[in-house]
C-alpha cells in the first residue's frame, strides 16, 4: 500500500511541474514544505523550482535514493559558532596514504601531495599524532614545516603515553611540556594542540575507562587545565587548544562531557567518532547520525566552535560512498554547528578497518561532491583579514593531473535579509537602452520601459545625485517617481567635488542639511549609498585617487560623520549602504578598509562589472571573477549583502550565458547575497552597452533568473530576518 501510494504521489507530482499552476504540496515527499499540505505554485518547467507560501524552493531529486529523511534539529543550539581561524566550513585530514606500511606513517610532503590530489582539494588541517614517549619537539618541529610549505594549519593530537592525569599534575611530564612550551613559542605560527583526547574511552593511558581513580573526569579536566596553563606560563600565545570527546563512552565513570576543562581553556570543542560497520566482531554498520549524534547533544551546551576532529567509515557492512553522502546532506540541519570535517585516512583492515578516504572510486566522489557545498575555507590573521593559502610545488604538480574539482562558495549557510524586503530583491538603474544627448535619469517614462522588458516590478529604483549639481528638491522629483511605482529609492549619493578630509571639515555641512531635513519632511524609507568604490582611483573621495586626504580611515570616518549628521537631525526614515568596488585600484586601496563599522551600517554591497572586450585593457569575466574576492572579503561583516551596480558587456563573450550561469551559482556559491541591482544604460563609446536588452537572449536569460524568485514584499519592521538556506543533496530549500 505505501509503495501504491509513493506512485500515485510521484505520477499526481509530475503533472504539476508546469509553469505557474498551482497544487496542493505533498510533504511526504518535498520537505520543502511544511508539515501539514499547502499551496505551492511551481515556476520552472523542469520541476527544478516551487514557491511555497511566497518562498522559493528548489527542488534536486537525489539519483542514489528515492528516499528523503525529515529534517530534524536535536541541536540545544543552532547558532554556528567558527572561531577565529578559518571563515567557512574546513577540511582536514590525518594523511596516514591507503597502504599498510611496515613502519607508523606519517603526513610528510607526499602524502598530503597524495591526499589532496585524491580529493582535489586544499587541505585546511593536517592532522598529526605525537606521543610523548616516542616523539620529541624536533622531531615534531619537521612536520609542522610541511603544514607551513603546504599552507595548511598544524593539529596535534598529543598524547602523553604513558602517563596517568594524575601524573600530569605531579609534574611528571613537565620536562618534556617544557620542550614544546619553548618550541611552540619559538615557530611562532598557529597550532592547534589536542591533548587527552578521547579520555572517556578506556584504551589509552589517560582515560578515564581504563583507570577511573588516577583519570578521574575531574583529574582529566585538571591535567588539561595545567597544560594550557604551562603554556600561559611560558607567554606562547600561538595555540589554540582542542577538547575531544569520544562518540561513546567505554568503561566505570565515564561521561561525555565530564572531563570539560571549562570555557577558558578551551577554543575548540571536537569529538571522535568512526563507523566500524562489520569489521570488527562487536561492531555493526552505524549511519553518521547513530555515530554522532548523542555525542554532539551533549557537548552542545558548550558555547564553543565544534568540528568532528576524527572520523572515517568501514566499506564492510554497508556502502561507504552512501554514507559520506547521507553525511553531507543531513549536516545543515541535523548537526548546523559542526564547523569542519577532519577525516582518518589510513589502511588499517587487520587490527581495525580500511579507513582510507580511496577504497573506492564512489567514496571518493561522494567526498568531492560533498565538499563542493562550500568553498574553500580561508584563515583569518590577527587583523581579522583573510590569508589566502599557499601550495607547494609537489601539490600543485599532483593537482594539475588530477583535480577536477570546480570552484565553490560560501559556505555560509545564514542569509541575513534585513527589515526591508522579505526575500531576494531587484532593482536598477534605469538609464535607457539609447545613448541620450543627456544623462538619462530614472524617470516615470524609463521606469515603466525597464518593467515592461523585464516583466516584474522594480523593487529598487537606483539613482545617482551628485552634490556639485543635483540639489535636494531636484532629487525630491525622482523620489516621488519611485513612490509613485511603489518602489523604494536607493540613491548613491556622490560627494563630488569634496574628499574625505574636506566631508570632514565640514566643507559640504550647507548640502548635508538640506538633505537632512527634507528626507526627515519626506518620510518614506531611502537607502543612502554615499562614498561608494572608494577603493578605486575615480571619484575625488577614492582612497586611489589621493591616499592622504582619501586615507581609508578618512573615508570610514567620513561616512560616519554622514550618518551622525543624520542622527543629529532625528531622521530615521534611513538605511545606510557601504560599497567596496570589485577590485582595488590605486596605492592604499583595499577591499574592506573603508568598512566604517557595523554601527554606521544597515547594508554591505558590492560593485562590479564584466567588461568583455569593451576596453583595451579588458577580458571576459565571469560573474564568479568579477565578485568573488570581493564577496569573501566582505563576508566577515554581519550585515545583509548585495549587488548594488552590475552589469555585462555583449562583447568577447555571451551575456545571456553570463546572467544564467549567475543565477545558477547564486544561491549555493554567493548565498549570502540578497539583492541584485542591474546598471541598464547604454555607454558603448566611453564603457560597454550595459542595458539589460541588448539581445532578446539577454532579457530571456534575465526573465527566467528572476522567475525562481518570488516577489519581494516590504516588511516595514525594525527586527532583522535571518533565513537559512539549507545545502542539501537532494534539496535546497528556505523556511
Not at 575548540?268 to 548523542?294: H, K, L, M, P
Request: aromatic share 14%; glycine share 8%; proline share 4%.
Amino acid at each position: 500500500m505505501k509503495m501504491f501510494m509513493k506512485l500515485v504521489n510521484a505520477l499526481t507530482v509530475a503533472g504539476l511541474f508546469v509553469t505557474g499552476s498551482y497544487a496542493k504540496c505533498l510533504s511526504e515527499e518535498f520537505l520543502c514544505c511544511s508539515g501539514s499540505n499547502v499551496e505551492v505554485q511551481y515556476t520552472d518547467n523542469n520541476g527544478s523550482w516551487g514557491i511555497e507560501n511566497g518562498i522559493r524552493c528548489l527542488i534536486k531529486q537525489d539519483e542514489s535514493s528515492n528516499e528523503v529523511v525529515q529534517p530534524t534539529n536535536q541541536s540545544s543550539s543552532t547558532d554556528v559558532i567558527y572561531g577565529d581561524t578559518f571563515d567557512s566550513m574546513f577540511f582536514g585530514a590525518w594523511v596516514g596514504g591507503d597502504e599498510v606500511l611496515p613502519e607508523y606513517p606519517q603526513p610528510n610532503a607526499k602524502n598530503v601531495a597524495a591526499f589532496e590530489a585524491v580529493q582535489g582539494r586544499h587541505l585546511d588541517i593536517i592532522h598529526h599524532f605525537v606521543i610523548w614517549q616516542y616523539n620529541d619537539w624536533e622531531w615534531t618541529r619537521n612536520y609542522l614545516d610541511v603544514a607551513k610549505a603546504n599552507g595548511s594549519l598544524m593539529m596535534i593530537t598529543w598524547m602523553p603515553t604513558p602517563y596517568t592525569a594524575q601524573d600530569i599534575l605531579d609534574g611528571k611530564g613537565d620536562e618534556y611540556i617544557d620542550t614544546f612550551v619553548k618550541g611552540i613559542k619559538s615557530y611562532g605560527e598557529e597550532i592547534w594542540l589536542r591533548p587527552l583526547h578521547e579520555s572517556n574511552g578506556d584504551w589509552y593511558t589517560w582515560c578515564t575507562g581504563k583507570d577511573n581513580i588516577n583519570n578521574a573526569e575531574e583529574k582529566v579536566a585538571a591535567a588539561f587545565r595545567y597544560l594550557v596553563k604551562k603554556f600561559r606560563e611560558g607567554n606562547v600565545t600561538n595555540v589554540k587548544w582542542v577538547w575531544t570527546t569520544n562518540n561513546g563512552n567505554s568503561g566505570e565513570g565515564t561521561t561525555l562531557t565530564g572531563s570539560y576543562p571549562g570555557d577558558d581553556f578551551v577554543d575548540y570543542i571536537s569529538i571522535d567518532g568512526y563507523n566500524f560497520g562489520t569489521a570488527q566482531s562487536w561492531s555493526s554498520w552505524s549511519t553518521f547520525e547513530e555515530v554522532f549524534r548523542d555525542a554532539y547533544d551533549a557537548i552542545s551546551k558548550f558555547q564553543k566552535p565544534m568540528f568532528i576532529a576524527e572520523f572515517s567509515s568501514s566499506e564492510l557492512g554497508g556502502n561507504k560512498a552512501e554514507w559520506i553522502s547521507e553525511m553531507f546532506r543531513i549536516l545543515p540541519e541535523r548537526f548546523p554547528r559542526i564547523i569542519g570535517l577532519v577525516w582518518f585516512s589510513e589502511s588499517k583492515p587487520d587490527n581495525e578497518g580500511d579507513w582510507a578516504i580511496n577504497t573506492s572510486e564512489a567514496a571518493v566522489e561522494a567526498w568531492k561532491k560533498g565538499m563542493n557545498a562550500y568553498p574553500q575555507a580561508n584563515r583569518k590573521n590577527s587583523n581579522n583579514s583573510i590569508e589566502k593559502p599557499v601550495e607547494t610545488n609537489e601539490v600543485a604538480a599532483f593537482k594539475s593531473v588530477s583535480s577536477d574539482v570546480a570552484p565553490v562558495s560560501s559556505a555560509t549557510t545564514s542569509v541575513i535579509m534585513g527589515d526591508t524586503f522579505d526575500s531576494m530583491f531587484f532593482g536598477a538603474w534605469v538609464g535607457g537602452d539609447e545613448v541620450l544627448p543627456e544623462y538619462p535619469q530614472p524617470n516615470a517614462k524609463n521606469v515603466a520601459a525597464f518593467e515592461a522588458v523585464q516583466g516584474r516590478h522594480l523593487d529598487i529604483i537606483h539613482h545617482f545625485v551628485i552634490w556639485q549639481y543635483n540639489d535636494w528638491e531636484w532629487t525630491r522629483n525622482y523620489l516621488d517617481v519611485a513612490k509613485a511605482n511603489g518602489s523604494l529609492m536607493m540613491i548613491t549619493w556622490m560627494p563630488t567635488p569634496y574628499t574625505a578630509q574636506d566631508i570632514l571639515d565640514g566643507k559640504g555641512d550647507e548640502y548635508i542639511d538640506t538633505f537632512v531635513k527634507g528626507i526627515k519632511s519626506y518620510g518614506e524609507e531611502i537607502w543612502l549609498r554615499p562614498l561608494h568604490e572608494s577603493n578605486g582611483d575615480w571619484y575625488t573621495w577614492c582612497t586611489g585617487k589621493d591616499n592622504i586626504n582619501n586615507a581609508e580611515e578618512k573615508v570610514a570616518a567620513a561616512f560616519r560623520y554622514l550618518v551622525k549628521k543624520f542622527r543629529e537631525g532625528n531622521v530615521n526614515n534611513v538605511k545606510w549602504v557601504w560599497t567596496t568596488n570589485n577590485g582595488n585600484s590605486g596605492e592604499g586601496t583595499t577591499l574592506t578598509g573603508s568598512y566604517p563599522g557595523d554601527d554606521f551600517v544597515d547594508y554591505i554591497s558590492i560593485d562590479g562589472y564584466n567588461f568583455g572586450t569593451a576596453q583595451s585593457w579588458s577580458s571576459w569575466s565571469t560573474f564568479e571573477e568579477v565578485f568573488r574576492d570581493a564577496y569573501d572579503a566582505i563576508s566577515k561583516f554581519q550585515k545583509p549583502m548585495f549587488i548594488a551596480e552590475f552589469s555585462s558587456s555583449e562583447l568577447g563573450g555571451n551575456k545571456a550565458e553570463w546572467i544564467s550561469e549567475m543565477f545558477r551559482i547564486l544561491p549555493e556559491r554567493f548565498p549570502r547575497i540578497i539583492g541584485l541591482v542591474w546598471f541598464s544604460e547604454s555607454k558603448p563609446d566611453n564603457e560597454g552597452d550595459w542595458a539589460i536588452n541588448t539581445s532578446e537572449a539577454a532579457v530571456e536569460a534575465w526573465k527566467k533568473g528572476m522567475s525562481v524568485y518570488p516577489p519581494a514584499k516590504r516588511i516595514g519592521s525594525s527586527e532583522t530576518q535571518n533565513i537559512n538556506f539549507h545545502i542539501k543533496t537532494q534539496y535546497i530549500c528556505t523556511d
